[in-house]
Nanobody
Framework: QVQLVESGGGLVQAGGSLRLSCAAS????????IGWFRQAPGKEREFVAG????????YYADSVKGRFTISRDNAKNTVYLQMNSLKPEDTAVYYC??????????????????WGQGTQVTVSS
């Protein structure tokens, strides 16, 4: 099992940057595929970014490609989401998720069995 705790959210002006962190417990963090998702009020949870076990392969939603970067430090049991050029439409609660094996693909929330509690990101215009 793995437990996930997100941090780093906050209020930022449009065009600004934030770095989210997701700290994981457990001895086998490197065995888990990681995804970042977000959910805005009144909207469904959506995929943002994903990273393979080594971090060597990464995947992004079209809406964040070129602005967000996912990375992981398996020695620190931590995954990061660097968010640049933030837009008001990026406002949401951001969640990290983990799975030992993908039942579908990175892009589907039901592929992940472990979730953090979320961290709020608010981008003002």
């Amino acid at each position: 099992q793995v437990q996930l705790v997100e941090s780093g959210g906050g209020l930022v002006q449009a065009g600004g940057s934030l770095r989210l962190s997701c700290a994981a417990s457990g001895r086998t963090f490197s065995a888990y595929i990681i995804g970042w998702f977000r959910q805005a009020p009144g909207k469904e949870r959506e995929f943002v970014a994903g990273a393979s076990r080594s971090g060597g392969s990464t995947y992004y939603a079209d809406s964040v490609k070129g602005r967000f970067t996912i990375s992981r430090d398996n020695a620190k049991n931590t995954v990061y989401l660097q968010m640049n050029s933030l837009k008001p439409e990026d406002t949401a609660v951001y969640y990290c998720a983990a799975t030992a094996s993908l039942s579908r693909s990175y892009y589907y929330s039901d592929s992940y069995g472990y979730w953090g509690q979320g961290t709020q990101v608010t981008v003002s215009s």
